[in-house]
């Protein structure tokens, strides 16, 4: 148990270590959310016909109006009373929270319904090509298959943590009780530990399509195919494209992009999708 407290309170403090709290950062009500103010939060439905949920929220109003902060939510599993998990997270944001200082000073616990939220239930609409849901799922987590597995994964939503101010996600195991697949956990391998708002998933050819933005001619993308592996799904990196303004020898010689399909684990470069582009539309 000591052990455990260390944990959370090293994992508060080193989100914390870094907030800030500009001048007119943010509506009168929100002055004093900080890592020392704890949220309570409970879902009064059942999620997923399996779960009841609750979280212990540490909102930094630095991030105002997108309250944000670390937070530590426990899943219950219905009908095992030893059935649980828990999860520790960074950047939780439950959206449209009406703050009630007399409810967090008491300890009270806000009650809410985790379908109010407006919910993204295939990987397509999860990173869609709308703008709204790009830049944001409108939900403090969620359960989709995003490895094509058939079987549901956890996905936390990091609000606003990703590049260019998108959400980030951490994705998480779940085996077939419903409980955290630890032994197993893909959340810090490739591709899961990249997974934003500027992620494609084709459920078609089974592929995941990285983006990393580097600016104008600085970016790069890299399509991961599932294939059967030990223990369940495993990807692989099939193709890579890359925006650089450099040649192999690290001549400055303009914009060009650089097109490799990955066999075995080698970039083999592909002539015809080879060559200079315009910097600002990335098109030949």
């Not at 000591?2 to 001048?23: C, H, Q, R, T």
């Not at 944001?136 to 989709?144: A, M, N, T, Y």
């Not at 260019?164 to 955290?180: C, K, M, N, P």
């Not at 600085?218 to 890579?240: D, H, N, P």
Request: charge should be negative.
């Amino acid at each position: 148990m000591k052990k455990l407290l260390l944990i959370i309170l090293l994992f508060l403090f080193a989100n914390n270590s870094f907030a800030w709290e500009p001048a007119n950062c943010c509506p009168e009500i929100y002055k004093g959310l900080n890592a020392d103010k704890l949220i309570k939060i409970h879902f009064t439905d059942l999620i997923e016909d399996k779960y009841t949920v609750d979280v212990q929220w540490f909102p930094d109003n630095g991030l105002a109006p997108f309250l944000t902060g670390p937070a530590i939510i426990t899943f219950n599993i219905k009908g095992d009373a030893l059935g649980w998990f828990t999860k520790l997270t960074g950047f939780f944001h439950i959206p449209n929270f009406e703050v009630d200082w007399e409810k967090i000073n008491s300890g009270e616990v806000f009650e809410m319904k985790y379908s109010d939220f407006k919910r993204y239930s295939t990987v397509k609409e999860l990173t869609s090509k709308n703008k709204e849901s790009i830049w944001s799922v409108g939900i403090p987590f969620l359960f989709e298959d995003v490895n094509f597995d058939r079987t549901k994964e956890l996905i936390i939503v990091k609000k606003r943590a990703g590049q260019r101010g998108t959400d980030d996600y951490e994705v998480y195991s779940i085996d077939e009780f419903g409980a955290l697949n630890s032994p197993y956990n893909i959340t810090n391998s490739m591709p899961y530990v990249k997974f934003d708002g500027f992620t494609k998933f084709n459920s078609e050819d089974k592929t995941i399509t990285l983006y990393s933005s580097g600016g104008a001619c600085g970016s790069c993308y890299e399509t991961y195919q599932a294939v059967v592996g030990y223990k369940g799904v495993k990807f692989i990196l099939i193709k890579k494209i890359v925006y650089d303004y450099q040649d192999k020898n690290g001549n400055y010689i303009g914009c060009h992009i650089y097109t490799y399909d990955v066999v075995n684990g080698r970039e083999v470069l592909i002539e015809s999708q080879t060559g200079p582009v315009d910097e600002i539309t990335n098109t030949s």
